[in-house]
Each structure stands twice: as C-alpha cells, then as structure tokens.
C-alpha cells in the first residue's frame, strides 16, 4: 500500500542530528498539529487537548478523569480523601500520559510558545503530585518523579523567557532563581550532594541565570561603577577621581 508511504515528507524534512527540529502544522478538519523531526520518521501531535487526539472516559485526560473522581470521592466522604487509591495500571496510565505531555511541552519551547510549556508543565506537575499521593508505591510515584529536573528546567526558561520578551529583566532573573531553587530543593530530596551539584539541568539553569543577568541593561550608577572599576585596574586615577565625581554626584541627586 504505497499510499501509506511517508517517505516523501521525511524527504522534504531532512533529519539533521543534534538539533531540535519542530513545526506546526493544519491538519484534517482544520486542527493545530504538532511535528517534531525524529531520526526513524516523524512524532506528530495534537496542539489542544491530549496530544494524541484521545478523550478517555470523554474527558479531556487521564488525569481531568482521576480529578473528577478524586473530587466525588471527597464530596461523597465529607471531605476525606485517606481511602481514594490509584491502582498500579492506572497509575502506569498517568505516568504514559504524562511522557505526551512531556514531549509537547518541549515542542512548544522550541516553537516559543511559551504560555503552553507553562500550562503542560503545570499539568504534569499535577499528575505528579495525584501519582505521589494516592499511588500504591513510592516506586510507581518514582517513575513519573524523574521528569521533574527536566520540567522545572523547560518552565522556568518559559517563565523567564516572557518576562524577558516583556523587558522585564529583574523579574526574569527572579524567575530564574525561583526555578534553580525549586530543582535544588528536588535534587536534596532524590540524590547524594555530589550528585546534585553535577545535576545537566542545574548547571543549565544556573548558565541561564548567567545570561539574563548578562542581558538586563546596566543602570547609569552600575555603567559608571564598571567604569570606576576599569579605570582602576588600568591604574588610570585621573579618570578613576572624575568618575567617582560622577557617582557622588548621582547619589547626591538621589
């Protein structure tokens, strides 16, 4: 069945190794879909919704489901959710749904779509939490907790990157620093310090907070206090006197 062959768009869209290769796309009944360029083909995704198009129990997710479920339990025990379990498949069904959600929201950073990483993310965060809660194990929790440092790394670069693109540079660095505080407090938790300390999404992060801080734009005290400072090291006083001048100046119209 040639028809079935694919082998024209994996033409037209040549894999290159080592790069993110994502783009949106219109397909059937006019829906947002979701491409993401693989080695062996072609990882398609719906943009709304559940990524793969599925509605169980004709809710929007799995976990939409064991929310609702959750909450009539609770309603139902007044208030009391010590008997509400998770079984072991369904929690191995959260945890496949979440591993969707994971891969969207790493296509949406790349398409900068950044409201949508934070909204996936927040939801796996969710399936997280209702997994750790009331699953069977700690070790089926486990599982699905291993996504965290990657998803705090993928939202806080969201978080911080719209406030970046709003010029708000103090806050992008706050969000930054939220973040890393976050996985830092997460890595304590799951592994030795060593182990933490050499963690690939800390390190990124903390290169991250290197660079927004690099990109915030210097105030006139801070240019004339770089300038101060040069001036010095260059051992060149005539023009280190007139710029601390200019410093007292500016503090005295403070």
Same mark, same amino acid.
């Given at each position: 069945?040639?028809?079935?062959?694919?082998?024209?768009?994996?033409?037209?869209?040549?894999?290159?190794?080592?790069?993110?290769?994502?783009?949106?796309?219109?397909?059937?009944?006019?829906?947002?879909?979701?491409?993401?360029?693989?080695?062996?083909?072609?990882?398609?995704?719906?943009?709304?919704?559940?990524?793969?198009?599925?509605?169980?129990?004709?809710?929007?997710?799995?976990?939409? !489901?064991?929310? #609702?479920?959750? =909450?009539?339990? /609770?309603?139902?025990? &007044?208030?009391?959710?010590?008997?509400?379990?998770?079984? @072991?498949?369904?929690?191995?069904?959260?945890?496949?749904?979440?591993?969707?959600?994971?891969?969207?929201?790493?296509?949406? !950073?790349?398409? #900068?779509?950044? =409201?949508?990483? /934070?909204?996936?993310? &927040?939801?796996?965060?969710?399936?997280?939490?209702?997994? @750790?809660?009331?699953?069977?194990?700690?070790?089926?929790?486990?599982?699905?907790?291993?996504?965290?440092?990657?998803?705090?790394?993928?939202?806080?670069?969201?978080?911080?990157? /719209?406030?970046?693109?709003?010029?708000?540079?103090?806050?992008?660095?706050?969000?930054?620093?939220?973040?890393?505080?976050?996985?830092?407090?997460f890595l304590k938790d799951h592994m030795p310090q060593e182990a933490a300390?050499?963690?690939?999404?800390?390190?990124?992060?903390?290169?991250?907070?290197?660079?927004?801080?690099?990109?915030?734009?210097?105030?006139?005290?801070?240019?004339?206090?770089?300038?101060?400072?040069?001036?010095?090291?260059?051992?060149?006083?005539?023009r280190a006197a007139e710029v601390r001048d200019a410093i007292k100046c500016?503090?005295?119209?403070?």
């Open positions: 069945m040639t028809d079935l062959d694919i082998s024209h768009v994996l033409d037209d869209w040549v894999y290159e190794p080592g790069k993110a290769m994502v783009r949106k796309i219109i397909g059937k009944h006019d829906r947002e879909l979701i491409q993401m360029r693989i080695d062996l083909g072609v990882l398609q995704m719906h943009a709304v919704g559940r990524p793969d198009g599925q509605r169980p129990h004709d809710m929007e997710s799995l976990l939409d !489901f064991h929310i #609702e479920k959750l =909450e009539s339990h /609770i309603n139902e025990f &007044d208030g009391d959710d010590s008997k509400y379990k998770l079984s @072991e498949e369904e929690c191995v069904a959260l945890q496949q749904e979440a591993i969707q959600y994971h891969h969207r929201y790493i296509c949406f !950073f790349q398409l #900068e779509a950044y =409201e949508d990483v /934070i909204q996936d993310a &927040d939801r796996n965060l969710d399936a997280i939490e209702m997994v @750790e809660q009331y699953g069977p194990s700690d070790q089926m929790s486990w599982t699905l907790r291993q996504l965290s440092p990657q998803l705090l790394l993928m939202r806080t670069r969201a978080v911080s990157a /719209i406030s970046l693109n709003g010029e708000n540079y103090d806050q992008a660095i706050t969000d930054v620093q939220d973040g890393i505080e976050a996985l830092q407090a300390d050499q963690n690939g999404e800390l390190i990124a992060l903390k290169h991250w907070l290197e660079e927004v801080s690099d990109s915030r734009p210097m105030s006139k005290r801070e240019k004339l206090e770089k300038e101060l400072s040069e001036a010095v090291q260059k051992e060149d006083y005539e500016l503090s005295a119209a403070d």
